[in-house]
């Protein structure tokens, strides 16, 4: 089971505007889990996608364009190293992101992991088929902290 930490719910409309703006749709099971999550952070987070040791869901992209982390503006930032058809949804800790990959179904994107310090060619990792299936992916490994008991 997933424990979303430091959620920020938001109106169903930011996330239609980020669909605009973006131009694609958002799948059912993203936009349920960004109504009361948004920007949140998920216990237990590490995944792994294919061709690549563990990665880290640090959490996810808000909605909000008042956010450091809003969606929009980090797909802005990296498009021009991102292959078509691919938008950044969560970020690790590292400076990479988990991405929505519309490349071959636009109405139903594949999950994959881009690694900014690989080359061009090959820094996109296939992690699974849907939203839902990463969820059910995250595990807890051993530098897991429950990011509630540290003074922030």
């Known amino acids: 089971m997933i424990r979303w930490r430091r959620t920020k719910p938001i109106d169903i409309s930011y996330i ?3 669909e605009v703006l973006l131009d694609i749709q958002f799948p059912e099971d ?5 109504l009361e999550n948004n920007g949140g952070i ?6 792994d996608p294919e061709g690549r040791n563990t990665a880290v869901f640090q959490r996810l992209l808000s909605h909000d364009p008042n956010s450091p982390t809003y969606i929009v503006s980090d797909y802005k930032a990296i498009r021009d190293r ?3 058809g691919v938008y950044p949804f969560a970020e690790d800790p590292f400076g990479n992101f988990i ?3 519309y490349r071959q179904d636009k109405k139903n994107p594949s999950i994959v992991f881009w690694d900014h310090e690989k ?3 090959k820094n996109i990792f296939p992690v699974c088929s849907s939203f839902t299936d990463l969820l059910n992916k995250l595990y807890e490994y051993e ?4 990011i509630d008991a540290l003074d922030w």
Do not use: G, N, Q, S
């Open 16 to 18: 239609r505007k980020t």
């Open 30 to 34: 993203y936009v349920e889990c960004v």
């Open 42 to 47: 998920p216990i237990p987070k590490a995944f």
């Open 82 to 84: 991102l292959p078509e």
């Open 99 to 101: 991405c929505f990959d």
């Open 119 to 121: 080359p061009d060619h």
């Open 143 to 146: 530098d897991d902290i429950d």
